[in-house]
């Protein structure tokens, strides 16, 4: 029944552009913290942002930062990612996660812990490339 679907995904030159977006199904948003991980062959997953489920705060990891907008719109029950800038080394599989938890959203958001709780959509591509 809990569901999350990502979508936006597709082919981007390098410098260009991309919104990805993460749809809820089965919860309603507003209580959970959202993530976006990525993950390409041979390399774990890792964290790109976060946005916690109290007041709104954004979390974003050092290679994404001032490149990546994390966003939510409670009312469409999606969590946003818009990427500017986008460098070969963004290429991945972008999955969106959600938990609800204080320690959870602790560990995901802040930690960027690829924890067990982590409810996780199906991914959607990301391949930078010119």
């Known amino acids: 029944q809990v569901q999350l679907m990502e979508s936006g995904g597709g082919l981007v030159q390098p410098g260009g552009s991309l919104r990805l977006s993460c749809a809820a199904s089965?919860?309603?948003?507003?209580?959970?913290?959202i993530a976006w991980f990525r993950q390409t062959p041979g390399k774990e997953r890792e964290g790109v942002s976060c946005?916690?489920?109290?007041?709104?705060?954004?979390f974003y990891s050092e290679s994404v930062t001032g490149r990546v907008t994390i966003s939510r719109d409670n009312a469409k029950n999606t969590v946003y990612l818009q990427m500017n800038s986008l460098k070969p080394e963004d290429t991945g599989v972008y999955y969106c996660?959600?938990?609800?938890?204080?320690?959870?959203?602790?560990?995901?958001?802040?930690?960027?812990?690829?924890?067990?709780?982590?409810?996780w959509g199906k991914g959607t591509p990301v391949p930078v490339s010119s």
């Open positions: 996660g959600a938990v609800h938890d204080a320690k959870s959203v602790q560990a995901m958001c802040v930690r960027f812990r690829n924890i067990e709780k982590i409810k």
């Open positions: 089965g919860f309603t948003l507003d209580y959970y913290a």
């Open positions: 946005i916690n489920n109290n007041n709104g705060q954004t």
